[in-house]
């Protein structure tokens, strides 16, 4: 059984920082692009970050970009968001997915084939 299981959410003040930790089990997810999403109340899901299978190439959206940062740990099976500088407007679910089997990061949720729970992030102002 695949499963991805998001942890590492909580509430925070602005200008804080959070790690969250997508631990992935069920496949091989060492040749996957892994992403981030987040689902706002009231607001559609939309992409955060993404890195290749190898951790080569990342990308990012122009809202969190320079303050988050996307990595991942193949050993560990294991993937991570480092959240810098939160603002209130970042308060979302989180989640994160995998392309299954294909390594280029992509921007867009169609192209991931696993999803994880998701993890609530609060910042405060």
């Known amino acids: 059984q695949v499963q991805l299981v998001e942890s590492g959410g909580g509430l925070v003040q602005a200008g804080g920082s959070l790690r969250l930790s997508c631990v992935t089990s069920?496949?091989?997810?060492?040749?996957?692009?892994m992403g981030w999403f987040r689902q706002a109340p009231g607001k559609e899901q939309e992409f955060v970050a993404a890195?290749?299978?190898?951790?080569?190439?990342?990308t990012y959206s122009e809202f969190v970009k320079g303050r988050f940062t996307i990595s991942r740990d193949n050993a560990k099976n294991t993937v991570y968001l480092q959240m810098n500088s939160l603002k209130p407007e970042d308060t979302a679910v989180y989640y994160c997915a995998a392309q299954g089997g294909r390594g280029w990061p992509s921007r867009r949720s169609q192209e991931y084939d696993y999803w994880g729970q998701g993890t609530r992030v609060t910042v405060s102002s």
């Open positions: 069920g496949r091989t997810f060492s040749s996957d692009a």
């Open positions: 890195i290749s299978w190898s951790g080569g190439r990342e």
